[in-house]
């Protein structure tokens, strides 16, 4: 079996994303593009409350990527459930969480798969 190359992997990562998410009660489109929603240019992803969006940076590699996402639905998730604040405690919480949810991920496939087996709600 030949191996993919990095920006192989890459481009699958970015092709096979969710084109849309579920947080709580509301629905966040997921985009690649860089953010035009902020002045700050070397963000890697950003939440947009307003329309409900969630931008993803091209290029990133696929470990970057999956943390920016975490990261971006960690602030969603915050926006959602009532606990935004906007500041650099939810920066830093963000930050921490997304690394250390990536680490579980990445360290335990059999509990993804667990859960993932035991936890889906029913159609
Ligand atoms: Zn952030």
Not at 20 to 27: A, E, P, V
Not at 94 to 104: F, R, W
Request: net charge negative.
């Amino acid at each position: 079996m030949q191996r993919q190359s990095e920006q192989e992997l890459i481009d699958e990562a970015y092709e096979n994303l969710p084109q849309k998410i579920r947080i709580g009660y509301m629905t966040w489109a997921i985009e690649v593009s860089e953010s035009a929603d902020s002045s700050v240019n070397k963000e890697f992803g950003h939440m947009n409350q307003l329309s409900q969006k969630i931008r993803l940076r091209p290029d990133q590699t696929p470990q970057s990527l999956a943390n920016t996402f975490i990261h971006e639905c960690l602030h969603a998730i915050h926006w959602v459930y009532g606990l935004w604040r906007g500041d650099p405690d939810e920066e830093q919480f963000a930050n921490q969480t997304a690394n250390g949810l990536c680490a579980l991920f990445q360290d335990n496939p059999e509990f993804e798969t667990w859960f993932l087996k035991y936890n889906r709600l029913s159609d």
